[in-house]
């Protein structure tokens, strides 16, 4: 193997490290925005404390 194409590999082999790296971080805030939209469809993690009495209960549709 000559020089030259030692070279060309090496920069070859630090290019792809460099794109698994962002298709990494792409992945993981992709990942962050459905994981926020489910919860934000889902209703999240909401608090009744600003309800009013009744609210957000148990509905009994024995009827």
């Known amino acids: 193997m000559d020089m030259m194409s030692v070279v060309t590999s090496m920069l070859a082999m630090q290019a ?4 698994t790296q962002v298709a990494t971080s ?3 805030s992709n990942a962050d925005a459905e ?3 489910v ?3 889902l209703g999240g ?3 009744a404390a600003n309800l009013g009495p009744g609210i957000g209960g148990n509905l009994d549709i024995t009827a």
């Not at 792809?16 to 794109?19: H, K, S, V």
């Open 16 to 19: 792809a490290n460099t794109q």
């Open 26 to 28: 792409i992945m993981k």
């Open 35 to 37: 994981k926020s939209m």
């Open 39 to 41: 919860q934000t469809l």
């Open 45 to 47: 993690q909401t608090s």
